[in-house]
């Protein structure tokens, strides 16, 4: 069975950090690439960052650039978002999501994404 758990979320200050995690079980990640997305209260689901199946090529929105890193490691089976310098306005529900398929770029758009974990909450207030 086909799972994504996130990980990693919680309340941290402004300019403070997290690393969120995301562990795939049932499944090799090694064929997929990944994406984050957040939602925040009220708002649509935003795309954050992607990378593809090979690590090769990593997109970030305008919004955390410089201040987010995406990786993987295919040997754990998980994906990794460090958030530094986090600001209130990254608050919300983070999801990863995983495209079938060895692609030369990773997609911006959440109906491109075949699945979805649960989500973790991040809240960035002081």
């Known amino acids: 069975q086909l799972q994504l758990v996130e990980s990693g979320g919680g309340l941290v200050q402004p300019g403070g950090s997290l690393r969120l995690s995301c562990v795939a079980s049932g499944f090799t990640l090694d064929y997929f690439a990944v994406g984050w997305f957040r939602q925040a209260p009220g708002k649509e689901r935003e795309w954050v960052s992607c990378?593809?199946?090979?690590?090769?090529?990593?997109k970030y929105a305008d919004s955390v650039q410089g201040r987010f890193t995406i990786s993987r490691d295919n040997a754990k089976n998980t994906v990794y978002l460090q958030m530094n310098s986090l600001k209130p306005e990254d608050t919300g529900v983070y999801y990863c999501s995983l495209k079938r398929g060895v692609h030369p770029m990773c997609p911006m758009t959440a109906p491109d994404y075949n699945y979805w974990g649960q989500g973790t909450q991040v809240t960035v207030s002081s």
């Open positions: 990378i593809t199946s090979t690590g090769g090529r990593i």
